[in-house]
């Protein structure tokens, strides 16, 4: 069954006012599978991300996790229903500490509320040390747990990009979402984070879909590449198909002239 | 660290802590002075209050004296029209400012920044307009009289350094709640939406639910001390809840330590104590009042309480290091 699709968009179309922005685009990401999204500047990747999370809602078509529809739905339930994602500029709780940006992401698995922190000490003592435990867990898998008491906001880029994806994890998602995860990385980070999305994805069983201008690190690690341009999906394939599709080079390179 | 030292060491706090409250009405020369301390209370309770709403949850208030004023006014109407007790009015006013804090909250979802400041502003003025034109309510401009002391189970607080330890118990007990609650996932949630609402969603908060519930707490503190205040005062009016009360709510907030717990302490003391120490300034005294605050918001960005934190821990440190031979 290595073709159930985990997430399957449907001629997802989003319009903002006249300008259409993605145009009935399909996209398939299977269970386990390392996918990627990409395409030039202002093909829409971004909006389409935003679809899927539900911070935008599609004009028409359909996006489907896990068998079931969740246009309409809000952000953070799709979140427990089990996307995460990170963002292209980070945004982290910068002045909260490392730690506690991990904990927050575990806030839809737990159930600590305003009353029970009176009435259900014992309870909420007991999330609390078991969430503390999951959260320094993944700090360690990340390899942040030197750092997990200082400022998020504090400790260096590629760490900050690392603790996206901690709290994101934190969220046990089904699949994550990586925002041009390798923006502002030398290529040995690059060749490293390569080797933490893999990991991620064998440790935590989940699918990964990225967006990412890198081409060696997409192709590298992709088993399917989405490809658009001006919102449209001009290609779909392995690395391999992907390079030698003419469509591609074009929208790339641009057309030749002879 | 070990269990043993960290039992020792709160053991030690809650001593001093209850040495300090029990020892400061016998070093009040008089009742003027015990009511300012009083009113340090009330204060602490106010700013521990717009501390979760505006500290921790990152949404301004200038509108704090709306509910104050409205668990003033609720326990003020139970208590003469009503016959009722003091922990009667007290749920009566809780309940009240936490419904009036969720009906804040609905049009306040919508906006941020300047425009829910005011919206809050806006606000504050509206419920005191109502206090002033609800006259068979409120009875007008001439305000509530005659409300009684505080009876509970018998034991009537009918003098001030009565009333002292019953503000003090809901300073603790208030500052020990939101101790409590701001570290666990909702505290976790209402920085989060501080920090960066659209991530809090997206990492899973819901995080209409929280602010509307970061509006309710911080009206059911502010409920609290309005019901502590009137009790302790026996006579509310509308021009105890304006605009300039919900500026001093703010910077009992600011001033001590701007999301943090136990920073409206120090905020209460410098907002109560300044203008009085400053009395012999006269006409001037408003003046310096606010050069002073000035000063201290520059000098101590963030408000007095984490420099506080800093200094004990410097001292703190300095002394383990020394009995570690150097270490660390």
Partial sequence: MRDVAILELKEVTKKFGGLTAVDSVDLKVGENQICALIGPNGAGKTTVFNMITGAYQVTSGDVIFCGESICGKKPHEIVKLGIARTFQNIRLFKSASVLENVMTGFHCKTKTGMFNVVFRPGMCRREEAETRQKALEILKFLGLDNVKDNEAGSIPYGHQRLLEIGRALATSPKLLLLDEPAAGMNSQEKKELVETIRKIRDTYNLAVLLVEHDMELVMGISENITVINFGRRIADGTAEEIQNNNDVIEAYLGRSED | ?328
């Fill in chain 2, 1 to 328: 660290m070990a269990k043993k030292t960290n039992k020792k060491s709160l053991l030690a706090k809650i001593v001093i802590i209850a040495a300090i409250i029990i020892i400061i009405p016998f070093l009040t020369p008089n009742m003027y002075i015990m009511q300012i301390v009083n009113m340090i209370g009330i204060y602490i309770i106010l700013g521990i209050g717009i501390n979760v709403l505006t500290g921790f949850t990152g949404q301004l208030s200038l509108g704090q004296a709306a509910f104050f004023g409205i668990g003033a006014y609720v326990t003020a109407i139970m208590n003469t029209r009503g016959g009722m007790q003091f922990l009667a009015c007290l749920i009566g006013s809780m309940v009240i400012t936490g419904i009036v804090g969720a009906v804040l909250a609905v049009p306040a979802l919508k906006v941020k920044g300047s425009y829910l400041a005011l919206l809050t502003m806006g606000f504050g003025e509206i419920i005191r307009i109502v206090m002033i034109n609800w006259t068979p309510v409120t009875n007008g401009t001439a305000g509530i009289l005659e409300i009684e002391s505080p009876v509970i189970f018998g034991f009537s607080f009918d003098t001030l350094t009565k009333f002292y330890f019953l503000i003090m118990v809901f300073v603790i007990l208030g500052i020990l709640y939101e101790d409590i609650l701001i570290k666990t996932r909702t505290g976790r949630a209402f920085v989060a939406i501080r920090e960066d609402n659209e991530a809090a969603e997206l990492t899973g908060i819901n995080v209409t639910t929280y602010k509307i519930r970061a509006f309710v707490l911080s009206a059911v503190y502010s409920g609290i001390a309005g019901c502590l205040y009137a009790m302790m005062i026996k006579y509310v009016s509308p021009d105890t809840f304006v605009n300039n009360t919900s500026n001093i709510i703010l910077w009992t907030a600011i001033v001590g330590g701007f999301g943090t717990v136990v920073g409206p302490i120090f905020g209460g003391i410098i907002m109560q104590v300044l203008p009085e120490v400053l009395r012999f300034l006269g006409d001037w005294r408003l003046v310096i009042y606010g050069v002073i605050l000035l000063i201290v918001i520059l000098r101590f960005p963030g408000g007095v309480y984490p420099y506080i934190e800093k200094f004990i821990d410097r001292i703190r440190r300095r002394k383990k290091s020394d009995a570690a031979g150097g270490k660390g």
